[in-house]
Every structure is written in structure tokens, then in C-alpha cells.
């Protein structure tokens, strides 16, 4: 058992987050994240149109009826602080299309950009400060969540809310001006503030969308109250019931705490977080490719189709390819987006998987949804996992044909990163679909010169739809 006088990993991430200055983070790294960032207010912008959006930002507005004046972006709407954070999050988020650190399975900008945003935005700091924050909370998120190596999502949590929430204290702390004693103290706070189920894998629930945006409001409450000299514990991640121990359970022993600090400051997990080239869990993308791969490589037609399997990950089939009934048939978009029969066969048959392949009259068409109560599932014995999502699909035809493909790296990879230049194109594809070319430019101009002075509030208003 450690002395009470040695350092925690709280202390650690505490140290980090008080003293990384802006020049210590490479170019390239800062470079990187600003294109991050673009990805989620294209994403954010793409989002506005869905009934979760506007359900949400209903419910927001009732939370802020009594004022606020922080700015949404792609909307006009001004809300209290903390709400402006999580619609921010769900926007962000809800299409899950947005990026995804593979070791650690988590999306961290859809929480850490909407509290650095916010919390910048509020104490009057400029861009740079804000994007410092930012990165200071991917690596921090990254690390944590890596700990676990998927353990999360086997017990049922979540690890973009319950790490998110983590991540964004510090984002928040650094940004109020605490010191490292109070950051390692609002770490502390925030064990009793990180959340986010998997239970919405059973019907299709809409609650992983607001996992993130929570996470970035408990930040800044864990953060603003330990600024206030509210006293949080110390073995925040390896106590007796500290995080790890408490949300793993006997999977805790299969972590490795080293992870949660290593290369801080020397290796930037930010450069390794892929980007979605897909609008579905990361963790259906190289099945999905290999499928649109068989479909062009041997003209397929479904009537031709007896059989196909897909081979996984095996700590991926609880979320994206069961319960059996619900992937086959999905009933609503968020089933299908974590539905490996679905899009399969989606892939197969449209040789493609977007955001038209989630619309209500692609989820209710019978080929698809045929192919869909044929596609079965395998464990990939040669999974890389969690460093990449490999998949294979192996088509069986009606004349006793066997044509398979494998994609070991998914796309996005480390290996196969998506280019800067190609988060642009996604960006100007996503503003598309709800704004003006005009428009998208202005935006894109804003956020990638985040940091070359720009004050953090004129980037807030300027992600804001006007009214």
C-alpha cells in the first residue's frame, strides 16, 4: 500500500495539467487538434436537423429559463454554462461520428472541446489558452481510459462520460488557474460525478448522446468546487474504491495503472486519435469496408447471398452485435449504428455506409434487412484490439463460392490515418448538408486559427448560428 505522502496518479495529471505550456506541445500536435476540433463543429452543425437535437435543446432551454447567455454552437440559442456544455456534447457526439482514441475506446473532444470552449469562453482567455486546455485534456482522457484496455465497455460503463468527466476537471481546473494541489483535489470530486451506461445497446436509448456534454459539466462543478476549497480523496484512480477498483471490479486486475501517466508530456496520444470515416461505432468500420470491398471487387448482388460472417474483436460483441433480435433489425438509427448485421449488409448492398444509410426508409428496407437476419458473428482470432478494430467479412454464395476480405487496420487507424487535408473534406460535406458554402468557409477559417489570437468568447459566438 502506498505511503500518504507519495504521489498519487491524481497528483501526476495535476503537475501536468499546472504546468504544460503552450510551447511545450509540438506544432504538428496543435495543428492536429485544431483539425480535431473542425471535425466536431462540422459534425455539430450536421447534427442540428435530428429529433434528438431538437428535443434536447428543448429541454436545455427549459433548464436555462431562469437566464444564460452562452452561446450553442450551430444555433442560436444561449443557455446557462453548464447546459451550453452538454447540447454542445450531445451535438457534437450524437451522430457518432465523431473521433475516437482507439487504446483507451474513447471520443474525448465531444467532452473536452465543449469545456475548454465554455470554461475559456467565461474566464475571458484567449484561443491559445483554450486550445492548450484542449490538448492537456486528450492526453489526460486518452491515458485513462487506456488503463482499462476495454474493460469498461465489458462491465457496462461508458468510458467517453465516465473518463470524460476526469479529462474535463482538468481542462476546467487549468483554465479557473488552480494550482496542482486543487487539480488533484477536483480529481477526487469528479469520482463522484463520472457516469455514462451502455444500457441504451438494448433498445437503442438516446443516452450515450449526452455522455460527453455531462462529462464536461461535472468538470467544471468538480473544478469550481475544489477551487472553492471543497476537499475531494486522494487515490482518486487507485484507491480501495477508487475509480478502476469500483467501475471494474475483478477486470481492475487486468489494467495496467502505468498507462494512466506514461509519456506524459513526451509522447501526445492526441496524434494517435483516429478519425471517423464512418457515421457508426468504430468498432463495425472494417467490416464495413471489407464488405463495400467484396461488393466492388466481385460485382456482388444480394440474391446471389446464402450466408456472410463477420468476424470481431471479441471484447466488441457485446456492443455491436448483441442482443441478436435488435441487430438484425434495428429500430431505430442508433440501433443500426451499432448493428454489425445491419450495416454489413447495408455495405453490401449500397456499397457504401453514410448518413443516408441511417434515414428511416434505409432502416426499413426488407433487402437490407434480409441480408441483415444472415449476417452471424465470429470472434477474430487474430485481433489486434484495442490497438485496432480489425474485422473480416466471409460471404458464403448460393453456388458454394467462399469470398472473404480483411481489413487488420481499420481505417482511420493509426496506421491509416485520415489526413488532415480529408478531416477538411468531411468537414465541408458535413456543413453541407445544413449551410451555406459561404458560411462553412467562415467557420473552417475560425477554427484553424484557433490559438493566433482569437479570443476564446469570439470563437464561441462565431460557432453560433445567428438568431
Known sequence: MSNQTDPTIADTLADFAA????????????????????????????????????RSLSAMRDLSSQGGNTPVI?????????????MNGILIHGLDYDDTHAAGVIHATASTFPCALG????????????????????????????????????????????IGA??????????????AAQLASAQGIALSMGSGSMEFLQDGAWTKRMHPGWAAGAGLTAATMAR????????VYEGRFGLFNSHLGPLARE??????????????????????????CHFTHACADAAVTLRERH???????????????????????????????????????????????????????????L??????????????????????????????????VIVTLDDGRELRHREHVNRGGEERPISDAEVVRKYDENMALVASPARAAQVRELVLAIGRDVAAADLQAGLAARG
Open 19 to 54: 504546468t504544460l505550456r503552450t510551447a511545450d506541445i509540438p506544432a504538428a500536435v496543435l495543428d492536429r487538434a485544431r483539425h480535431l476540433i473542425l471535425d466536431a463543429v462540422g459534425i455539430a452543425h450536421a447534427s442540428t436537423p435530428y429529433d434528438f437535437a431538437h
Open 74 to 86: 450551430a444555433s442560436p440559442a444561449r443557455l446557462a454554462l453548464r447546459d451550453a456544455m452538454l
Open 119 to 162: 470554461t475559456a469562453a467565461q474566464a475571458r482567455l484567449d484561443g491559445e489558452a483554450m486550445l492548450a486546455a484542449y490538448v492537456c485534456g486528450m492526453e489526460v482522457g486518452a491515458r485513462l481510459a487506456s488503463v482499462a484496455k476495454g474493460g469498461f465497455h465489458q462491465v457496462g460503463f461508458h468510458p467517453t462520460g465516465l
Open 166 to 179: 476526469f479529462a474535463c476537471t482538468l481542462v476546467a481546473g487549468r483554465l479557473l488557474g488552480l494550482n
Open 228 to 235: 472553492h476549497g471543497f476537499v475531494g480523496p486522494r487515490q
Open 255 to 280: 489494467g495496467d495503472l502505468a498507462l494512466a501517466t506514461a509519456g506524459l508530456g513526451d509522447v501526445w496520444e492526441l496524434a494517435k486519435v483516429n478519425v471517423k470515416p464512418l457515421p457508426a
Open 299 to 357: 460485382g456482388l448482388r444480394p440474391e446471389q447471398i446464402r450466408s456472410v460472417r463477420a468476424r470481431v474483436p471479441a471484447e466488441v460483441v457485446k456492443t455491436v452485435c448483441e442482443p441478436v433480435a435488435t441487430k438484425t433489425r434495428p429500430q431505430n438509427s442508433y440501433d443500426a449504428q451499432f448493428s454489425i448485421p445491419y450495416i454489413v449488409a447495408t455495405a453490401l448492398i449500397r456499397g457504401r455506409f453514410g448518413l443516408a444509410e
Open 359 to 392: 434515414d428511416d426508409e434505409a432502416l426499413r428496407d426488407q433487402r437490407t434487412l434480409a441480408l441483415a437476419s444472415k449476417v452471424e458473428h465470429e470472434v477474430d482470432p487474430d485481433s489486434p484490439f484495442p490497438k485496432y478494430y480489425s474485422g473480416e
